[in-house]
């Protein structure tokens, strides 16, 4: 079976999340934008689930991988970014629950809105292969009785990716990814106009390098 994420246009995924009342592109935007100065300008990074590029214009490290499993998705990245990233950007078409997918060597992993899709074993499985020194990811946390998919004219066409998604605990990842060797430096919660909240966590290898 086909996975959902290559059933939903880029142009209704980014218009939907960037309704007034949704605002979560306008926020990862920003969240990024302080995810990129983790690192120094000498590193290089990987962002997991980069579908259009939303926030790339932030990057001026040496090297970024953008990976999805939409091919469609990362064709119109390459062309937004034609000219601006072209010496830095390195597209990879992988789906991440796949067995064989690997991440390439970095030093920085960025997963926003992602884990929710693949689950924290999966996730901490891909981590503890690539090693990288560094990883931030934003979860959405869905509170009360709100629905996963936002309200706005595009949410139908989001919900064949509904069935993907399970909730992240907090507790759960920090304890898996203690396990594999990184410790929980940051935690930082962002609000959204629906009540919804977008929460940072920032991990930091424990090995010595």
């Known amino acids: 079976m086909e996975n959902p994420w290559k059933q939903v246009p880029l142009s209704s995924y980014e218009l939907h999340m960037s ?6 592109l306008q926020i990862l935007n920003k969240i990024m934008e302080k995810q990129f100065k ?7 990074a990987a962002v997991l689930g980069v579908a259009g590029g939303n926030g790339l214009e932030h990057c001026h ?28 950007l390195e597209l ?7 067995p064989f997918a690997k991440l390439p060597k970095v ?3 960025l997963a926003n809105l992602l884990v929710e899709y693949i689950g924290i074993e999966i996730f901490c499985e891909k981590i503890a ?20 998919v936002s309200r706005s004219p595009y949410q139908d066409q989001l919900q064949p990716i509904g069935r993907l998604h399970s909730d992240i605990d907090k507790a759960k990842l920090t304890l898996k990814m203690r396990e594999i060797g990184y410790s929980l430096v940051l935690s930082e919660i962002w609000a959204l106009p629906d009540g919804k909240q977008l929460l ?4 930091q290898s424990n090995m010595k390098i």
């Open 19 to 24: 309704q007034k009342n949704v605002a979560q």
């Open 38 to 44: 983790v690192c120094a300008k000498s590193s290089d």
């Open 61 to 88: 490290l040496k090297k970024v991988y953008g990976i999805d499993i939409n091919p469609q998705y990362l064709q119109a990245c390459a062309a937004r970014f034609q000219g601006s990233l072209d010496s830095q």
């Open 92 to 98: 990879w078409e992988m789906d991440l629950r796949e």
């Open 107 to 109: 030093d920085l992993v």
């Open 129 to 148: 292969e690539a090693l990288p020194k560094h990883v931030s990811c934003v979860i959405q946390k869905v509170t009360g009785d709100l629905d996963f």
């Open 200 to 203: 940072r966590l920032d991990y």
